[in-house]
C-alpha cells in the first residue's frame, strides 16, 4: 500500500475551491471545431431539455445565423432583448449584461464565447460578460470553437493560414464544469457548407477555398477531439484526487520509464518508445533524485538520457526523495500511470542483500500497476571493480571513526567498576551515531563492526580475547552490531535529507527573490541585470544574455563586470536561428565553452541566454534545461527559456 497521506493544505484548498464552486454558476461549452457543426443547436435543443424539466431557462444571446433549423429551436424559449449599439453610424446587436443580471434566471444562453464586444460594452469580451454571469450564480450555455482557444491560435494559423483574432483563455475552458464535443465528418461539413446551411451564398467559395479545405478540417477535428481528451483526462484525476482513490484506473495508457545513470538507460528508453508507439500511449521517463551525492559523469549520463527521451517524444521529470520506489510509486498513483518500466539490475545479488532492492521493492508494493522488466545488454564491458560501491569518505574520516571508537572504549574503561558489561554497550551506541553524522556512512559501519569487536576484546571475560564463555553475550553482541548498523543508516539518511531540504530552502529563495525583483522591474536594462545576478549566483556560472540589435546582429547586453563572460557568437546565432538549445553537453556544438539556450516569448525568440559553468562537469540532471536544477517541486520542462 501506498504510504503517502493527504496533504492538510491541499485538503483545505478543495475545500475551499469546493464551496466558491457551489456560490458560482455551472458553465457548460458545447464544443466544436469549425462553424457550423452544430453547436448552437445542440445548446438550444438542451435547453429545452432543461426547460421541460421545469428549469428557468433563458436565452440571452444567439448569433442570427441563417440556419431554420436553429432558428426553429428558439421557438418557446424567453429571450432577453438585445442591446443596440451605435458605432460609426451603424446598429450592432449586443448581448444585454444588465438586462441578464436584472433577470437572473437559472440558465442562461450565451452564443460565441470569444466575441469581441462592441466598444461601450462593459467589457471587452463576451467571455467576460459570461464570467459576471457566473459570479452571480447563474449557470450559463456557451458555444466555442477549437480555433479559438487562445493557446491553439498559433497552431490553427500554422494549419490554415488564418491567424484567428478573437480568442478564448486556455482558463475559461478548463473551469468549465461540462465539455460537450460535437462532432461532424469534414464530408458533411462541406455538404452543409455547400448546401447554404453555414453562410450566405457569396461566401460558400471563399469558404471552401480557404478555411473549410477537408485537410484544414480533419487537422481541426484531431485538434478538438485531442483538447476534449485532454480534458476529460484532467476531470479523471481530479475526481480521483476527490475521492482519495489510489488505485490505478487504466482508462488511457500511459508509461513510466524509470531512468539511471546507467550506461544500459538510453537502451531502456529506446524501447520503452516501441512499446509506447505500438500502444499509441503516452510515455514519461522519470529520474529520482535521491541525497547521495553522483560522480559527474553520472550526471551527464543522466542529462543525456533525459534529453534522448524528450527527442523520441516523452514527457520528462525529475523527482527527489531518499527512496526511488516510493517517489515512482506515488508519481504513478498520483498520475494514474498503468504501466512501470524498469531495466533488469546488472550488480550483483549480495548488494541487493546488503543495501536492499528497489526492483524488488517497487515490484511488492505496485499493486494494480503493472511493473516490467526489460533485459538490456551493456554497451560497454565494465571490470567488477567498476561495480563495487565507491568510496564516498576520505581515509581522515576513517581515522577519525577509529579515535572515536578508541576513545569510547577509555570511557567505558573508566565506568566500568559501576556498571555491567551490557550497560557498556550504550557509550559504544552513542560513538557510532557521532561517527555516522560527522563522517558519513563507511566510517559509521567501520565503527559499528569496531564497536562490537572492542567491547568483546576489553569487556566480556576472558579479557584481552575474542573467546566469550557466556554465549548470552553472542545476542548481545549480534542486537549491537544490528543497532549501530540501524543507527548509522539512519543518521547518515537524516543528515542528507537534511542537506537535501536545505538546498531546496535555498532554491526556493533564490527563486522566490528572482520573481519579486522581476515583478518590480520595468526597465528592460535592469531586468536583465537582474536575472543574471540571479542566474549566476544559482547556478554558481558565468551568465551573458544577448538580444539582437537594430540590424538583427546579437549583442551582449549583461553587465561587463567578473561574472560577464564573451560568448560564442556563432553558437548564439545558431540558437536564434533555430530556437533549439545548444553547446556543452548537447548534441549541437558539445564543444563550446557554454550552455545556450532560447529566450522564447509568445511572439518568437527574443534573445540567448548564454550559461557557462564554472568547471565543465558542473551540470545535473535536468529536463533538458538547466532551470530544473533549482526546481523544489516536480514538473516538465521545455528545452528552452522562456523570457
Not at 491553439?152 to 473551469?175: F, H, K, M, N, W
Request: net charge neutral.
Amino acid at each position: 500500500m501506498d504510504d503517502y497521506r493527504p496533504n492538510p493544505d491541499e485538503l483545505l484548498q478543495q475545500i475551499q475551491a469546493a464551496e466558491e464552486k457551489r456560490r458560482r454558476g455551472r458553465l457548460k461549452i458545447f464544443f466544436g471545431a469549425a462553424a457550423g457543426v452544430g453547436k448552437t443547436y445542440s445548446m438550444l435543443d438542451a435547453a429545452h431539455l432543461r426547460r421541460a424539466d421545469g428549469i428557468d431557462v433563458v436565452v440571452g444571446y444567439v448569433e442570427p445565423h441563417p440556419r431554420p433549423e436553429t432558428l426553429a429551436q428558439l421557438d418557446g424559449l424567453e429571450a432577453v432583448p438585445p442591446r443596440m449599439i451605435d458605432y460609426k453610424g451603424t446598429q450592432l446587436r449586443e448581448f444585454d449584461l444588465d438586462a441578464a443580471l436584472a433577470r437572473h434566471p437559472a440558465l442562461i444562453l450565451v452564443d460565441e464565447l470569444a466575441h469581441t464586444n462592441a466598444p461601450g460594452s462593459r467589457h471587452p469580451k463576451r467571455w467576460q460578460d459570461v464570467e459576471e454571469l457566473l459570479a452571480a450564480g447563474i449557470d450559463v450555455y456557451t458555444t466555442v470553437n477549437v480555433q479559438h482557444i487562445e493557446s491553439l491560435r498559433d497552431v490553427v494559423a500554422q494549419i490554415t493560414g488564418v491567424t484567428v483574432q478573437e480568442t478564448v483563455p486556455d482558463s475559461i475552458i478548463e473551469s468549465a464544469d461540462e465539455v460537450e464535443l460535437i462532432d461532424l465528418a469534414p464530408e458533411d461539413l462541406i455538404k452543409r457548407l455547400k448546401d447554404g446551411k453555414i453562410y450566405q451564398p457569396q461566401q460558400i467559395e471563399n469558404a471552401l477555398r480557404s478555411f473549410f479545405r477537408t485537410g484544414n478540417l480533419l487537422a481541426l477535428r484531431e485538434l478538438a477531439l485531442r483538447n476534449t481528451a485532454a480534458r476529460v483526462d484532467e476531470q479523471m484525476k481530479e475526481y480521483r484526487r476527490d475521492h482519495a482513490i489510489q488505485q490505478t484506473w487504466p482508462a488511457g495508457e500511459t508509461l513510466l520509464v524509470c531512468v539511471s545513470p546507467s550506461p544500459l538507460a538510453p537502451r531502456l528508453v529506446r524501447a520503452t518508445k516501441r512499446i509506447a508507439s505500438s500502444l499509441h500511449a503516452d510515455w514519461i521517463a522519470v529520474y529520482v533524485e535521491t541525497p547521495r551525492p553522483l560522480k559527474p559523469a553520472d550526471r551527464l549520463r543522466i542529462t543525456e538520457t533525459l534529453r534522448l527521451a524528450e527527442q523520441l517524444g516523452a514527457q520528462t521529470v525529475t523527482l527527489h526523495g531518499a527512496q526511488v520506489g516510493d517517489e515512482v510509486l506515488h508519481y504513478a498513483r498520483e498520475h494514474n500511470i498503468s504501466r512501470v518500466i524498469v531495466g533488469k539490475p546488472t550488480h550483483p545479488r549480495w548488494r541487493d542483500l546488503l543495501f536492499g532492492s528497489m526492483l524488488d521493492d517497487l515490484m511488492r508494493r505496485s499493486g494494480d500497476i503493472d511493473v516490467y522488466v526489460i533485459t538490456g545488454e551493456p554497451e560497454q564491458s565494465r571490470p567488477l571493480l567498476a561495480q563495487m560501491p565507491r568510496r564516498t569518505s576520505s581515509w581522515g574520516a576513517y581515522a577519525q571513526a577509529l579515535a572515536i571508537v578508541l576513545i569510547c572504549t577509555l570511557l567505558a574503561a573508566l565506568v566500568y567498576p559501576l556498571f555491567v558489561p551490557a550497560n557498556l554497550v550504550m557509550i559504544y551506541l552513542v560513538g557510532v551515531v557521532i561517527v555516522a553524522s560527522r563522517y558519513g556512512r563507511g566510517p559509521s559501519v567501520l565503527a559499528s563492526f569496531l564497536s562490537v569487536a572492542t567491547f568483546d576484546f576489553f569487556f566480556v571475560q576472558p579479557h584481552l580475547t575474542f573467546a566469550v564463555t557466556d554465549t548470552q553475550y553472542i545476542f548481545t553482541f549480534v542486537t549491537m552490531l544490528i543497532v549501530g548498523l540501524t543507527i548509522s543508516t539512519l543518521t547518515v539518511q537524516i543528515k542528507q535529507q537534511a542537506e537535501q531540504a536545505r538546498e531546496r530552502e535555498q532554491r526556493t529563495a533564490s527563486l522566490y527573490a528572482l520573481s519579486r525583483d522581476l515583478a518590480n522591474t520595468r526597465d528592460s536594462d535592469t531586468l536583465i541585470r537582474l536575472a543574471t545576478k540571479h542566474i549566476t549566483e544559482v547556478f554558481a556560472s558565468r551568465v551573458s544574455v544577448l538580444l539582437p540589435d537594430a540590424h538583427g546582429d546579437l549583442t551582449a547586453s549583461s553587465p561587463h563586470d567578473e561574472t560577464s563572460v564573451q560568448p560564442e557568437t556563432a553558437v548564439a546565432r545558431w540558437v536564434y536561428d533555430h530556437q533549439r538549445l545548444a553547446g556543452l553537453n548537447t548534441d549541437t556544438l558539445p564543444g563550446s565553452k557554454g550552455l545556450y539556450l532560447p529566450l522564447t516569448a509568445a511572439h518568437g525568440v527574443v534573445g540567448v541566454l548564454a550559461v557557462f559553468p564554472l568547471t565543465r562537469n558542473a551540470s545535473r540532471p535536468v529536463n533538458n534545461s538547466i532551470c530544473s536544477k533549482h526546481l523544489p517541486t516536480k514538473r516538465r520542462w521545455p528545452s528552452n527559456a522562456h523570457a
